[in-house]
């Protein structure tokens, strides 16, 4: 069982940077896959970025890349979303999640989810 906190959400102007935290209980927290999603109202929930346990392998949503970056420091259990040139699109409910199996940026195959942070790109 892992339990997830995001928190570093915030209006902000288009331009600016934000990061996000989430961090997860457990001690098991190396062997969880983490992933960030995002859902702006009306829309469905989306794959924003992904990282596997020790780090070494990332992905990104084509909307992000060369814009977001995601890490993790292990030792703190916590995962970051760095998110820098914030565009308006970018206004959703951000949501970290955990899964032990691969990197996949499918919703359905994450098993535990945050409460999300709201995330507001005025232009």
């Known amino acids: 069982q892992v339990h997830l906190v995001e928190s570093g959400g915030g209006l902000v102007q288009a331009g600016d940077s934000l990061r996000l935290s989430c961090a997860a209980s457990?001690?098991?927290?190396?062997?969880?896959?983490m992933g960030w999603f995002r859902q702006a109202p009306g829309k469905e929930r989306e794959f924003v970025s992904g990282?596997?346990?020790?780090?070494?392998?990332?992905r990104y949503a084509d909307s992000v890349k060369g814009r977001f970056t995601i890490s993790r420091d292990n030792a703190k259990n916590t995962v970051y979303l760095q998110m820098d040139s914030l565009k308006p699109e970018d206004t959703a409910v951000y949501y970290c999640?955990?899964?032990?199996?691969?990197?996949?940026?499918?919703?359905?195959?994450?098993?535990?989810w945050g409460q999300g942070t709201q995330v507001t790109v005025s232009s």
């Open positions: 999640a955990a899964d032990q199996r691969i990197l996949n940026i499918l919703a359905g195959r994450y098993d535990y």
């Open positions: 457990g001690r098991t927290f190396s062997t969880y896959v």
């Open positions: 990282i596997n346990g020790s780090g070494g392998s990332t």
